[in-house]
């Protein structure tokens, strides 16, 4: 069993974890540099491909406006969401759409700290062999606990 977990905005990342929860794979949301950073949708496509096997399910981020988020912001997250739930659909991955509050609320009991930082030092905590090589690829965690809340839900663990 494979338990994917996106995050689904242009800055997110797709993870992968087995159903013991050692296998582990995470990456970037597929972009290209056009006259500004957009999906690839092709690749986006093949990632859920390379993953898709008969057992396989998904917990995506549910997309939703911020307060004092701009339009243009909010359509592209919306834009990312749409995308991902389309090709799930196409490729024939199960999945279930879960706010934020309610995976964090679930996995994050008890840390320490705020926000991303916060979200990172858990998923170090539940996968050292987790290392990101770059600052930015501490925000993939997200993805990573997404998979793990997968994982526990789907699981029954």
Same mark, same amino acid.
């Given at each position: 069993?494979?338990y994917?977990?996106?995050?689904?905005?242009?800055? /997110?990342?797709?993870?992968? %974890?087995?159903?013991?929860?050692?296998?582990?794979? &995470? +990456?970037k949301? #597929?972009?290209?540099?056009? =006259?500004?950073?957009?999906?690839?949708?092709?690749?986006?496509?093949?990632?859920?491909?390379?993953?898709?096997?008969?057992?396989?399910?998904?917990?995506?981020?549910?997309?939703?406006?911020?307060?004092?988020?701009?339009?243009?912001?909010?359509?592209?997250i919306?834009?990312?969401? /749409?995308?991902?739930?389309? %090709?799930?659909c196409?490729?024939?991955?199960?999945? &279930? +759409?879960?706010? #934020?509050?309610?995976?964090? =609320?679930?996995?994050?009991?008890?840390?320490?700290?705020?926000?991303?930082?916060?979200?990172?030092?858990?998923?170090?905590?539940?996968?050292?062999?987790?290392?990101?090589?770059?600052?930015?690829?501490?925000?993939?965690?997200?993805?990573?606990?997404?998979?793990?809340?997968?994982?526990?839900?789907?699981?029954? %663990?």
């Open positions: 069993m494979i994917i977990g996106i995050d689904p905005g242009k800055n /997110g990342s797709i993870a992968q %974890l087995d159903e013991y929860g050692e296998y582990m794979k &995470v +990456e949301v #597929p972009t290209i540099k056009l =006259k500004k950073t957009e999906y690839d949708i092709p690749e986006m496509k093949n990632r859920l491909l390379e993953i898709n096997e008969e057992r396989s399910f998904c917990v995506i981020e549910k997309a939703q406006g911020m307060p004092k988020q701009g339009i243009t912001s909010t359509f592209s919306g834009k990312g969401y /749409g995308l991902w739930l389309g %090709l799930l196409a490729v024939g991955i199960p999945y &279930v +759409e879960i706010h #934020p509050i309610v995976w964090s =609320k679930a996995l994050l009991k008890g840390a320490g700290g705020e926000g991303k930082e916060r979200n990172y030092q858990k998923a170090r905590q539940l996968f050292p062999q987790w290392q990101p090589k770059l600052k930015k690829e501490r925000e993939y965690a997200d993805s990573l606990l997404l998979a793990e809340y997968g994982r526990r839900i789907h699981g029954n %663990l």
